[in-house]
């Protein structure tokens, strides 16, 4: 299972910090990734991160804004956002992948049930 939290509403410029917990896999064997869904658009990559923290890899999108870190001993991976824009308005989710690069979501064998973020302008 994968759970997210820390959505919310934020004024444009403010930050947010997504978590997700990880129950009944071998955390630090997968890759996690953080994807996004705005209304009537199709699910887009946002950043993973590598199991052992050796690698991360972002959108362009948001490169420089968020950043993706982890805590195997947590079972925790996390979405730091910052300067964030109103088209960053989306549901986000995270996911877990074996397989590398995990930069599409046919990569990905779980994935949590999203949270909310909403950025007004």
């Known amino acids: 299972h994968l759970i997210e939290s820390g959505g919310g509403l934020v004024q444009a410029g403010g930050s947010l910090r997504l978590s997700c917990a990880a129950s009944g896999l071998t955390f630090y064997t997968y890759y996690m990734g953080w994807f996004r869904q705005a209304p009537g658009k199709e699910r887009a990559f946002v950043a993973y991160?590598?199991?052992?923290?050796?690698?991360?890899y972002y959108a362009d999108s948001v490169k420089g804004r968020f950043t993706i870190s982890r805590d195997n001993a947590k079972n925790t991976v996390y979405l730091q956002m910052n300067s964030l824009k109103p088209e960053d308005t989306a549901v986000y989710y995270c996911?877990?992948?074996?397989?590398?690069?995990?930069?599409?979501?046919?990569?990905?064998?779980?994935w949590g049930q999203g949270t909310q973020v909403t950025v007004s302008s």
């Open positions: 996911a877990a992948a074996h397989r590398a690069p995990p930069l599409t979501s046919d990569y990905y064998s779980y």
């Open positions: 991160i590598g199991g052992g923290e050796e690698s991360t």
